[in-house]
């Protein structure tokens, strides 16, 4: 293991991870992908889900919701709009973005693209509570 | 020549008004450690979000198909001006600094024929601008009951900004903010939000000849990247503009108590001789009166 792949995960409020590391998975918008050390060039839009850090034998899951991931020769970078370590997640707190979703959802005046942006929320999130 | 009991009366109102101003510039002095810390924990994010839109926009620009928040609108007719102040007052001039600079630019607009509305953020500067501008503040919001700044209500700003940009309100925003130099300077700031100037001065990573894969294609990214941009820099101007009110306020607050201080001791120095010259006179009193005898 010779070469490592540099992580950086980042929110406008702090940083919240930086190093290096073997793997990364993340939620791509047009699928999820995993990112190798001297990955190509990339640059994609993230939906809400979790982002899988591998490390040796060691895996971290962190909540990111939306955002975007950009690789380049230095190594990944994701801009998070909002991350949360999967431990530091609670039952509670999906359950409560779950109901604001279906608010959105049921919001006769939101607009087409809230609406959809609401039920990929929803899906995810509701995938993320089958999942703890 | 105030009485002596004046004299007492005003040195002790002197000396309440310098423990409170002590006591706020030491809060000052906390809150500006804790707000650097947050102006600092957020850099990384708007940094790597200006890396990675001067790359977007480099390669955009020639693109006539560009999203309009980073093109424009094309014409120069409306302009917004976000006027971010501090809710509390207690700061010096760094409330009025700003409030005159975002002035200097209506009245330069408005001599140009050019219409102007107003955004502000925080109940100072729209204490101030509503008396003459009143009818240009087309919406207002202040942070006087959160505690502390988060992404949550800068996102808040930025949407009811874009959705006026989506109905074509305006043209040309503009964001003005006390940026944070040092703790003895803040620097009343104007910068353009709409359309997105392209961060200079960026360095971007080498890509040793490779070419970037964008999923989906370019144009969607930069669609959904630029209203986060104009998020991320409404953000940054709110947590600066925190720490350049707590550092203003620190500093305002010294003077105070150097003021105070020096004028304890000027009124000390007068209740003396007062008192002095009393005392003198009553001497003179006995002794001219023992002489008479």
């Not at chain 1, 530091?88 to 359950?95: E, Q």
């Not at chain 1, 959105?104 to 990929?120: Q, S």
């Not at chain 2, 947050?38 to 790359?55: F, H, I, W």
Request: aromatic letters at 6%; hydrophobic letters at 45%; charged letters at 25%.
């Amino acid at each position: 293991m010779a070469d490592k792949l540099h992580f950086n995960l980042v929110s406008p409020e702090k940083e919240l991870f930086s190093g290096d590391v073997d793997m990364v998975e993340a939620p791509g918008v047009e699928g999820a992908f995993g990112v190798l050390p001297n990955h190509a060039p990339f640059m994609t839009v993230l939906l809400p889900g979790v982002v899988k850090v591998k490390t040796g034998g060691d895996e971290k899951r962190i909540f990111v919701r939306g955002g975007f991931a950009e690789v380049t020769p230095l190594g990944l970078t994701i801009l998070a709009e909002e991350a949360i370590p999967v431990a530091d997640l609670s039952r509670d707190m999906i359950a409560e973005r779950i109901k604001n979703a279906e608010q959105d959802l049921a919001d006769a005046d939101a607009t087409l693209e809230t609406k959809l942006a609401a039920e990929t929320t929803l899906t995810r999130m509701k995938e993320l509570q089958a999942a703890l | 020549m105030p009485s002596l009991k004046a004299l007492k009366n005003r040195i002790a109102s002197v000396k309440s008004t310098k423990k409170i101003t002590k006591a706020k510039q030491m809060v000052a002095a906390a809150k500006l450690r804790r707000a650097e810390e947050r102006a600092r924990e957020s850099r990384p994010y708007t940094e790597r979000m200006e890396g990675v839109l001067a790359n977007l926009a480099a390669s955009a620009k020639d693109n006539p198909n560009a999203p309009a928040l980073l093109r424009g609108t094309g014409a120069d007719k409306t302009h917004l001006l976000i006027v971010a102040t501090a809710d509390k007052g207690l700061c010096g001039g760094f409330n009025s600094s700003i409030v005159r600079l975002a002035r200097e630019r209506i009245v330069k607009l408005q001599g140009e024929g050019k219409t102007v509305k107003i955004i502000t953020v925080g109940r100072k500067g729209n204490d101030q601008l509503k008396r003459l501008y009143g009818e240009l503040i087309v919406w207002k919001t202040n942070f006087v009951e959160i505690r502390q700044i988060g992404f949550k209500e800068a996102q808040e700003i930025a949407s009811k900004v874009l959705s006026m940009f989506d109905a074509g309100e305006f043209d040309v925003a503009t964001l003005f903010y006390g940026r944070f130099k040092s703790v003895v300077s803040q620097v009343p700031t104007a910068q353009q939000i709409i359309p997105a100037v392209a961060p200079e001065g960026v360095e971007t990573p080498d890509l040793k000849g490779a070419v970037y894969d964008y999923e989906p294609e370019e144009d969607a990214i930069l669609k959904a990247l630029l209203p986060r941009y104009a998020a991320v820099q409404v953000f940054r101007a709110l947590l600066e503009n925190v720490a350049s009110e707590q550092a203003a306020s620190m500093s305002a607050m010294d003077n105070a108590t150097r003021n105070a201080g020096d004028m304890i001791d000027k009124l000390t120095l007068q209740y003396n001789r007062a008192r002095q010259a009393q005392i003198t006179k009553e001497l003179i009193e006995i002794i001219s009166g023992a002489e008479a005898l």
